[in-house]
């Protein structure tokens, strides 16, 4: 007893030396649970929870926490000897606390928490001492399935660090001051010699959340869609921050609010969660902070404009324009004129020069003007509403003016202008119809290339594909390029995912549970910044074009005082917050009903889809009940409607087989009665066993029939896997580069030249001798001195690197073998663990034109990683202009090239 009192004492001393656990938001409140309604792909833990309107409204009101985010999976993935871990399980299935998890020897053990989480680590530990804490343990989180390797603030290169420990056996990871980082895995390393087993009682992810409810939704018949809604949704919700919307999750230092970011965040959020007066908030909180980049001050213009339509708020709206004219002013000097660097930053995608911010290409420029076209009219029409007509006349009258200067360049004006630049031109107003149509099969019509890097841009893609009556191709593109993200295991959308959704058959073989629910993203290259934010609001612009023209309900006036109901689907189901009210819609072509609900004070055109070729006035029947406030009854009220071939006007024109092509048109208005209305339409004479939509599992066949198969400029041709370091007999006829082995491993003809970005020269530490295993492996000195090799390499950082090959000769094409080794193992998986694993990256064949600097898409991400990267490996392309060979680190120290040959 007396030895029992003793521990007792020493253990209450000790717990009293530390400072309870305190988190720095209340937890959840203010709000009642089943409030709402939910959707299976709707992975937030509060979806549910429904706060009241006194914390909604409050757009300053403070964060507040969710404590109880358990694991869904545990599993150790490193151990020193078998057994290192006893009972890991009980992690996932025993309350926070009392799970019950043995710790023998040093070793991995990483959590899955199923989807991202905008949080931190809590561990709970009895008999975790002061000495093996700060001598044995550390922990991580990342969004990926390894740590993610990149030098972040603090020294947290693997957003790894020793928990601090609290009172009561908890411990916290605090990588930065705001505790919160983007969550989707957790790591408990163990490391050394253990001088005594310790358990693990639990570990949770706590997550904080801005009082917001989920007000709109959707749900069609193809899942896919419905998990792109909701993933883009919840990438708003988790990056809505106390004052404003946050940029990132990931806090490698530019977490800040951007107004170009926001353009697209803003525009989820209103359809999504209704919260007006927040957007209304972010406005004015970042108008003086847009401009940083130039185009960044565009559009929070067009934000502005996309306030006013969904609000209807004219107060804001003039108060708002003063600042609307100075950054149109501004810009008006900046056309054409674009500067080198950050400023003219336009998106990451390789073709408006976002890697290496290499800006000022002619593609940016272009972009940026038809951008400023953009927002000067659209601006001008929305001054015009409310009443300013010396800002509508001024900007309209600019807009007119810049859309003559573009259209003097002759009938060919565009044929410069890539896909960025197109998209912004179209949705500008700026071509005819028939340019329209010749730009989308010039630019649009090739599944290689239609995707930008990053999501970001490609909602303008998605628009001007839609506003040039493409809705078909838009839709694909939904599936194509967010769609690859989240077959990839996503559950919010990345900063970047590859260009034509070819990071999906590149990177699904590295997924280590493709049979599960529950997928894991794996390891993904990174962009210039060296680490890729796998919750990046600016990428949520699905989320919209989803509810605008998937579902179809859209604003016909500010405010949606009018509307437009007008389903690009012809299955769904969903809803739409608006400042009269929730209208709703469940459109059902193929069992041949629909019902809309449309809010008080409300004027809506309707056009919903029917099946069938020879359609009667007769067919259908439509009935219209209103329902008065403050009363339970319901009464019919007349309808008027009449069948039409297809309502989609030239602009918007739905052309696809597998859609509707004939619709019900109903014209209605709610405006001279105090009710909400109710239309049903009952198709009389349909009856359909096959629903027309693709469902989920066909979704790629769609898509393949709508884009087609990728066609590459720079065609992968063969990988050899044979020849090893024995390249002189078969490679390099034309010339070669063996990269750091001197002037004699360098023979290149005289029409080529070659510059390196963001890449290293040098050669590997690890010797080159007869008697070194990989000997074989190692290059040949020269096609003269073949009993002499080594190996060197260029490299990139932590970021990706490039190097530039610009060629200018008489014949067409030729092929450039590139050949890549992992020559040391330097494939780190965890912080100081794991060395010989394989490095894994990736690269993409850029095409340019020397003359007018454009930039196009020849191959997109060719991966090397395993046995055959170690042993050496030749990648052989097809190039017939100047490539720029792109490479990025995916895991391992860095990424790398040995040499290349032409062929």
């Known amino acids: 007893m007396l030895f029992s009192v003793k521990i007792l004492v020493i253990v209450t001393s000790t717990t009293l030396s530390l400072p309870p656990l305190q988190e720095p938001w209340q937890q959840f409140h203010g709000g009642e649970w089943g409030n709402a309604t939910t959707h299976k792909s709707n992975v937030d833990p509060l979806a549910g929870y429904s706060w009241s309107k006194e914390f909604v409204d409050n757009v300053t009101a403070d964060l507040q926490v969710f404590p109880n985010n358990k694991p869904v999976e545990a599993q150790v993935v490193l151990e020193s000897v078998p057994g290192s871990f006893l009972n890991v399980p009980s992690l996932v299935n025993a309350p926070f606390g009392e799970a019950n998890v043995v710790v023998k020897h040093a070793g991995t053990i990483r959590v899955d928490f199923g989807h991202e989480l905008p949080g931190w680590l809590e561990l709970s530990s009895r008999d975790l001492s002061n000495s093996t804490l700060q001598n044995n343990v550390q922990m991580s989180i990342s969004e990926m399935s390894v740590p993610q390797n990149f030098p972040y603030a603090k020294g947290h290169t693997w957003k790894t660090d020793t928990p601090v420990a609290y009172a009561n056996g908890l411990f916290r990871l605090e990588l930065n001051s705001a505790l919160y980082e983007g969550v989707r895995f957790g790591f408990i390393h163990v490391k050394g010699n253990l001088s005594a087993t310790f358990t693990i009682n639990g570990i949770r992810c706590v997550h904080q959340i801005k009082p917001i409810n989920w007000e709109g939704s959707f749900n069609s018949s193809n899942d896919l869609l419905n998990k792109i809604w909701y993933a883009g949704a919840w990438t708003v919700k988790t990056n809505v921050l106390k004052s404003g919307y946050g940029a990132i999750l990931d806090d490698r230092g530019d977490r800040d609010a951007f107004a170009g970011d926001d353009h697209v965040t803003q525009g989820a959020s209103m359809v999504a969660f209704r919260n007006y007066a927040f957007v209304n908030h972010s406005l004015f909180t970042t108008m003086t902070a847009a401009t940083n980049f130039y185009s960044y001050s565009l559009l929070w213009v067009l934000s502005v404009v996309d306030y006013w339509n969904a609000s209807g708020d004219q107060s804001s709206v003039l108060l708002l324009l003063t600042e609307c004219a100075s950054i149109l002013d501004t810009a008006a000097g900046r056309v054409g004129k674009l500067p080198k660097g950050k400023a003219a930053f336009i998106g990451w995608d390789e073709r408006v020069g976002g890697f290496g911010f290499v800006c000022n290409l002619p593609e940016n420029n272009y972009t940026y003007w038809a951008m400023f076209v953009e927002a000067c009219r659209k601006s001008s ?333 720079t065609p992968l041709l063969f990988v050899d896997n044979e020849t090893l370091g024995n390249w002189s007999t078969r490679y390099g006829s034309l010339g070669y580069i063996l990269f750091g082995l001197g002037k004699e491993a360098v023979q290149l003809p005289s029409w080529v030249s070659l510059s390196l970005s963001d890449l290293t020269e040098g050669t590997w530490n690890l010797s080159v001798t007869p008697d070194n295993d990989k000997f074989v492996s190692a290059l040949e000195l020269s096609r003269n001195n073949t009993q002499q090799r080594g190996i060197g390499s260029v490299h990139t950082g932590t970021g990706p690197g490039c190097f530039d090959l610009a060629e200018n000769r008489p014949t067409k094409c030729l092929n450039l073998s590139l050949y890549q080794i992992d020559w040391d193992g330097e494939g780190s998986m965890f912080p100081g663990e794991g060395k010989g694993l394989e490095r894994r990256q990736a690269l993409d064949m850029i095409t340019w034109n020397v003359n007018d600097t454009m930039l196009d898409i020849g191959y997109a991400t060719a991966v090397a990683d395993g046995s055959t990267f170690k042993a050496g490996q030749y990648l052989t392309f097809r190039i017939c202009q100047s490539i720029r060979v792109r490479l990025y680190p995916i895991y391992g120290d860095n990424a790398v090239i040995s040499a290349f040959f032409l062929n």
Request: with cysteine.
């Open 381 to 713: 029409e929305m001054a015009k509403s409310v009443g300013n007509m010396v800002y509508a006349n001024k900007y309209s009258t600019i807009a007119n003016q810049e859309t003559v200067k573009i259209r003097a360049a002759g009938a060919t004006w565009w044929s410069n202008w890539g896909i960025h630049a197109c998209s912004r031109a179209i949705t500008a107003g700026i071509p005819s119809k028939e340019e329209q149509t010749q730009m989308i099969a010039a630019r649009f019509m090739n599944s290689a290339k239609i995707c930008s890097v990053s999501n970001f841009n490609q909602l303008n893609i998605a628009m001007a594909l839609t506003v040039a009556g493409r809705a078909d191709l838009a839709l694909a593109t939904i599936l194509l390029c967010w769609g690859a993200e989240i077959k990839l295991g996503a559950t919010s959308f990345w900063e970047i995912s590859g260009y034509g959704g070819q990071w999906l058959p590149a990177l699904q073989r590295f997924i280590d549970n493709p049979e599960s629910e529950n997928v894991h993203p794996p390891p993904l290259p990174a962009h210039s910044g060296g680490s890729n934010s796998l919750c990046h609001p600016w990428s949520a612009g699905a989320t919209t074009w989803l509810t605008h023209y998937g579902l179809g309900i859209r604003p016909r006036s500010p405010g949606f005082t009018s509307i437009t109901v007008q389903p690009v689907l012809d299955v769904v189901q969903g809803a739409v917050p608006t400042p009269r009210g929730t209208i709703k819609v469940d459109i059902n072509a193929l069992r041949g009903y629909h019902k809309v609900e449309i809010p008080r004070d409300t004027h809506a055109e309707l056009y919903l889809p029917v099946l069938g070729r020879e359609l009667a006035t007769n067919q259908f029947t439509v009935t219209c009940t209103r329902k008065p406030d403050q009363s339970e009854d319901t009464m019919k009220v007349p309808c008027l409607y009449h069948v039409v071939p297809t309502p989609w006007t030239s602009k918007e024109r739905n052309v696809t087989s597998r859609m509707s092509t004939m619709w019900v048109h109903v014209n209605v208005s709610t405006t001279t009665v105090s009710s909400s209305f109710k239309i049903n339409i009952v198709n009389n004479f349909v009856s359909y066993e096959q629903e027309m939509f693709p469902t989920a599992i066909e979704s790629d066949e769609f898509t393949r029939e709508t884009l087609g198969d990728p066609q590459w400029d």
